[in-house]
């Protein structure tokens, strides 16, 4: 098949996503093109039978705000014509979603692909409960040929929050590791550790990520055993130094921001700690799960579907630093305890979210898609609330 994915090009879990499926989608025969601003990080270069085509975006003094949707929706039209595309695949409803609805308006019906829709979650979580974005998300789902979710809690936030009733296939998160560049010896070396257990954090360090409360715990951590905190911070980490110092964490916090090579890292990560409030998945997550890894973190949204508490890994009920601690100390107290959790996690995260374990579920729903009669899909957009005149999500309703 040829495949359009259109993703955010930078460090984040739905982009790094959306760049493992291209690249394993080719591996496997499809052809597939990438659109995007930038070309994603981790998109190897010169991979047979993928192809990158950037959005170029010319800065206008006119606009107070530039505007990518609609250059991203000539490149997406202009793409789908010139290579034949049978799907376009867009990760993350805003603005990809509206701006493949915008590229399908502008070909004639028989150049148009199929619209797949990926919900990764602030899509939903956040934007989806802003009046000024809601409508259009739902609007661009109910249009979309197939809507998926990355978790079953995303797939019922976005009933409960856009009032979204299509249907919507959960195809979690996969993770395949890239081969090792350095050795763990290496990387040690380089982080400057001795005996020390690793625990790891990596993510863009967003305040739903709650980077006060890791270092909170971290500061709290009793252990007769040393440890560092080693942070894959995916932004500046600048924000929180004063924090760092105030708690004297200055020996036992290491950061490392916008590393390319997150499989080195995690190779030598003994205890994976995340504190988010809310996450769809957690990709970061399972990339430790598939070292052997074990995590603590917090039982919210779609991380309850990734690791069982007490099995694969622990999960902490409560944003409270000192319980979150406690966890953590107990894994480091608790060698044989910390690697069975990890060998389950390895073992979840190779029956479950593996290349082979999820690809084929995106490869089943494209040609489904492809083979169902034009438009079959594409119910007539929100009929009922057009006719009422009023769109209604979540307790709120909006006008037009
Ligand atoms: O977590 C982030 O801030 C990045 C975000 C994104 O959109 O790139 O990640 C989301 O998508 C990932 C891939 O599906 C999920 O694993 C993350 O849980 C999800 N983040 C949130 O829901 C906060």
């Not at 990520?209 to 500061?219: C, F, G, S, V």
């Not at 694969?312 to 044989?336: N, T, Y």
Request: aromatic share 8%.
């Amino acid at each position: 098949m040829r495949i359009g994915i259109v993703c955010y090009p930078s460090v984040g879990g739905s982009g790094i996503l959306a760049t493992s499926l291209g690249e394993e989608l080719a591996l496997r025969g499809h052809d597939v093109h990438f659109i995007s601003y930038e070309r994603p990080f981790r998109l190897p270069e010169d991979a047979p039978r993928l192809h990158f085509h950037p959005v170029v975006i010319n800065e206008y003094k006119l606009f107070k705000y530039p505007d990518y949707t609609l250059p991203l929706s000539v490149r997406m039209a202009e793409v789908s014509r010139d290579y034949g595309l049978d799907v376009l695949h867009v990760h993350y409803a805003v603005p990809h979603a509206t701006a493949a609805l915008l590229a399908c308006s502008m070909l004639p019906p028989e150049l148009c692909p199929r619209v797949v829709t990926t919900l990764h979650g602030t899509d939903t979580t956040l934007l989806g409960s802003d009046p000024g974005y809601a409508p259009a998300i739902h609007h661009a789902l109910t249009r979309s040929d197939a809507v998926t979710a990355v978790s079953d809690f995303l797939r019922q936030e976005t009933r409960r929050v856009l009032g979204f009733d299509g249907e919507q296939e959960v195809i979690h998160n996969f993770f395949k590791p890239r081969p090792l560049r350095r050795s763990a010896e290496a990387m040690r070396a380089e982080l400057g550790l001795h005996d020390e257990l690793v625990l790891l954090h990596s993510s863009n360090l967003r305040p739903l990520k709650r980077i006060d409360l890791l270092l909170e715990a971290a500061a709290r951590i009793r252990s007769s055993h040393p440890f560092k905190l080693l942070i894959l911070a995916g932004s500046s980490f600048a924000p929180f130094v004063s924090e760092v110092r105030r708690l004297k964490l200055e020996g036992r916090v290491i950061v490392r921001e916008n590393v390319n090579d997150i499989e080195d890292y995690l190779q030598i990560a003994d205890v994976g700690v995340f504190t988010s409030e809310s996450e769809s998945f957690c990709l970061s997550l399972l990339e430790a799960m598939c070292f052997g890894c074990p995590s603590v973190a917090r039982r919210v949204g779609g991380i309850p579907e990734v690791v069982e508490h007490g099995v694969s890994g622990v999960l902490v009920d409560v944003a409270d630093p000192v319980e979150f601690a406690r966890a953590v100390e107990s894994l480091i107290e608790h060698p044989e305890h910390r690697s069975s959790l990890g060998q389950a996690a390895r073992k979840r995260a190779r029956e479950r979210f593996s290349v082979d374990a999820i690809v084929p579920r995106y490869e089943a729903l494209y040609q489904r898609v492809c083979t169902m009669g034009a438009g079959s899909q594409r119910e007539p957009i929100s009929v009922a609330h057009w006719r009422t005149g009023r769109f209604e999500a979540n307790g709120l309703e909006w006008q037009h």
